[in-house]
């Protein structure tokens, strides 16, 4: 097996702060937990932007930058910054922080498709933002918005202007054979790096048969062109990533993701979370790759190439 690429997914735009006092919301909270993400072993650092006041997810370039220098000065980490942003912004918004800062990678959701939130509401009882609430209750009528068009326009903007590589968030198997159609436009190459989601209501439900299945589908349409990984939002988290480093794929963990270490103890840092997915993977029998190794498996451009 090859070595094992842990993506560490640091703040999202899912979670709000009245779930958990250790989700990163200003800029040097989030530099702060995704420097120490990658000296915990995570190769490559997912982010995105929150407003330092409210918490609430940004598409703003400013708070973006109020982070990536000091990742860049401080880590070698592949910098991988969301087109995804939140599913309340516009298309324009979620790419006017990677155009300027021009990553390495960018992540890239396959597909338009439903994004509930809304049972994470009932959890909470004491409120800190009176965005927060509403923000989860209204996601019973949500649809993110991502057509071909869209991504076109993203592979476009990102890959052929500004060379980056793609971190393809597949939530179902319609995703899979979008991404073939792409690759059948000559718009992206191999090796593709495919990220297997879980546990969104509106995409697939986090079942090992669904894992399985995407992992036959993707060698039927790639072959060898690819390499995968595996985030499960919630208690899923660690038991599908010990079955994709099992599989011969990578992992993503993260306070994106679930905001737990353990049932019933929410995760502290970020760290906590990638320090514990290299003891399972390494456990495995898997080696963790280096921030220059990952960039060696997925063909990035390297850091000299990006703005920040």
């Known amino acids: 097996m090859s070595k094992i690429m ?8 899912i979670h709000t702060p009245s779930m958990s006092p250790y989700l990163p919301v200003t800029g040097e909270e989030i530099a702060g937990q995704a420097i120490d993400a990658a000296r915990a072993g995570a190769s490559i650092l997912h982010l995105h932007a929150r407003d330092p006041e409210t918490g609430r997810p940004s598409a703003d370039p400013a708070h973006f930058m109020g982070f990536l220098p000091r990742i860049a000065r401080e880590t070698d980490a592949v ?6 942003g939140s599913a309340v912004m516009s298309l324009e918004d979620r790419l006017a922080a990677p155009k300027q800062a021009a990553p390495e990678m960018c992540s890239l959701n396959m597909g338009t498709m439903n994004f509930a939130l809304y049972p994470m509401a009932a959890k909470i009882t004491d409120w ?7 923000f989860l209750d209204n996601s019973d009528d949500l649809i993110f918005k991502n057509t071909p ?23 179902d198997m319609g995703h899979l054979t979008m991404l073939a159609h792409f690759a059948d436009r000559g718009l992206v190459e191999p090796p593709f790096f495919i990220q297997f989601v879980f546990g969104v209501l509106g995409g697939m439900a986090p079942d090992p048969e669904s894992l399985t299945h ?30 994709s480093a099992g599989m011969g794929g990578h992992v993503r963990v993260g306070l994106e993701d679930s905001l737990m270490i353990a049932r019933g103890a929410l995760a502290t840092s970020n760290a906590q979370q990638v320090e514990k997915v290299r003891g399972i993977v390494e456990g495995l029998g898997r080696t963790v790759a280096t921030p220059d190794e990952a960039r060696a498996m997925l063909g990035l451009k390297g850091r000299d190439g990006t703005a920040f």
């Not at 842990?6 to 735009?13: F, K, N, Q, R, Y």
């Not at 800190?128 to 509403?134: F, L, V």
């Not at 068009?149 to 968030?169: N, P």
């Open 214 to 243: 995407m992992k036959r589908l993707a060698d039927k349409l790639f072959g060898d062109g690819y390499e995968f990984s595996v985030l499960a939002a919630g208690r899923q988290q660690m038991p599908f990533a010990a079955m």
């Open 149 to 171: 068009r869209d991504i076109a326009q993203v592979l476009t903007e990102m890959g052929q202007k500004r060379g980056a590589r793609f971190e393809f968030e597949c939530y």
């Open 6 to 13: 842990i993506t560490c997914a640091v703040t999202g735009s």
């Open 79 to 84: 910098v991988n910054i969301s087109t995804g």
């Open 128 to 134: 800190i933002h009176d965005w927060e609430k509403p």
